[in-house]
């Protein structure tokens, strides 16, 4: 079935750091991935989406390209910021007899120092 | 007032007890989740539904039931509440005019079972 996985946290940074957060997933057929975020108290909200290979989701400095030949989708950043802390989730979407439905990673926390 | 919304947002209850959570959206979509979010599990899903007739088992649907009451409304039970459902509980909503398969979430319901 399908699968994803995602790099344990938390991971730490300092503000204005690099980030990267890996994501691998495992799909039989061809799915959409997208990158969720969970600030502090909140639901999660759709940070970056790709639906085909190659695709590069982008929104708010954070990347992602959508990589079929390694199944990867990892997420980017060049300098992080203080209000970035937060969860980040990596998901993959396959259409199902009736429609998607969507499979999670565990999640990676993210903390920012000022 | 946000799209999708959740009640309670906090409930204490104990073992034994029934318990239902409620969602209702405004955005028009068909579809309708409910997830359950656990420290290092990321979010699995328990029920969904793609139209007021149509319900659905997902990954941990043991304990739980659903009622979709209209469009708009989506409900899930907890007929006798345990510990181990002490968690954080997400509806969420997808437009099947997307072929994505991008969620909209509620800002969620934390659940403790004593």
């Known amino acids: 079935g399908n699968s994803v996985t995602q790099m344990e946290g938390p991971v730490t940074l300092s503000e204005e750091a690099f980030l990267t957060i890996n994501c691998t997933y495992t799909?039989?057929?061809?799915?959409?991935l997208f990158w969720y975020v969970q600030y502090p108290g909140e639901g999660l909200q759709l940070l970056l989406k790709?639906?085909?290979?190659?695709d590069k989701g982008s929104n708010k400095g954070f990347e992602a390209t959508y990589r079929k030949e390694t199944t990867s989708f990892h997420l980017e950043k060049g300098s992080v910021q203080v209000s970035d802390s937060a969860v980040y989730f990596c998901?993959?979407?396959?259409?199902?007899?009736?429609?998607?439905?969507?499979?999670f990673g565990a999640g990676t926390r993210l903390f920012v120092k000022a | 007032d946000a799209d999708v919304t959740q009640t309670p947002r906090n409930r204490i209850t104990k073992t034994g007890k029934r318990i239902m959570l409620e969602c209702s959206q405004t955005?028009?979509?068909?579809?309708m989740y409910w997830y359950r979010q656990d420290p290092g599990l990321g979010l699995r899903l328990i029920y969904y539904?793609?139209?007021?007739?149509?319900?659905n088992k997902g990954e941990i649907s043991d304990g739980y039931s659903v009622s979709r009451q209209a469009q708009a409304k989506f409900s899930l039970s907890l007929e006798s509440a345990i510990p181990n459902q002490t968690a954080l509980y997400f509806c969420?909503?997808?437009?099947?005019?997307?072929?994505?398969?991008?969620?909209?979430f509620g800002e969620g319901s934390r659940l403790t079972v004593l």
């Open positions: 969420a909503t997808s437009d099947e005019n997307r072929e994505t398969g991008e969620l909209f």
């Open positions: 799909a039989t057929g061809y799915p959409s």
């Open positions: 790709a639906t085909k290979a190659d």
């Open positions: 998901a993959l979407s396959d259409r199902n007899t009736g429609g998607f439905k969507t499979i």
């Open positions: 955005k028009g979509h068909d579809r």
């Open positions: 539904s793609f139209d007021v007739k149509d319900i």
